[in-house]
């Protein structure tokens, strides 16, 4: 893959995480984290992609490093971990295959022949899963990191006793 193009699709990711993160109000101090993390998830995701590695697999890798780069960032900007994460994720979502598969649903409502129509029921079930899988992907890459670096465990949390008199 060029190098150019490679750097054009950085900026565009950051940019679409950027444009998130200002639609959900985040504080203007992690604006630049933000971009930065999209632009690495995005970048590591489309490589893994080029490198023909499954779209699932590079969307989990993305997601990943997104994670763990929340983490270490929300400490540089003062926001919690999903503040930073959650924008930065959202260019990741699989627009392309969930329209496919809209497309797909409406088109097995109309009146088509059986050889027609289990084509693209093959076509709509294969683009929900990789919607599904991908979604899953999404949420387990930022989620996971998260949950691991968090310092709170359930032994150290106070439970406020209630009396019912």
Known sequence: MEHV?????????????????????????ALGYIGIMGALGGILRVLMIHNEISVIVGTLFGATLIGFLSIYFA????????VLA??????????????KMMIGLIELSGDIDPVTYTHIMSETLNNCLK??????????GVGIPLLIARRDTAKGMRLKRRSWS
Request: hydrophobic fraction near 55%; glycine fraction near 8%; aromatic fraction near 10%.
């Open 131 to 140: 919607v599904m899988f991908i979604l899953m992907s999404i949420a387990g």
């Open 75 to 82: 400490h540089k900007s003062h926001c919690p971990p999903p």
């Open 5 to 29: 193009i490679l750097l054009e699709k950085c900026i565009w990711l950051g940019m679409a995480a950027v444009g998130f993160a200002v639609l959900f109000n985040v504080p203007s101090r």
């Open 86 to 99: 959650i924008p930065s994720v959202i260019p990741m979502i699989p627009g392309k295959f969930a329209y």
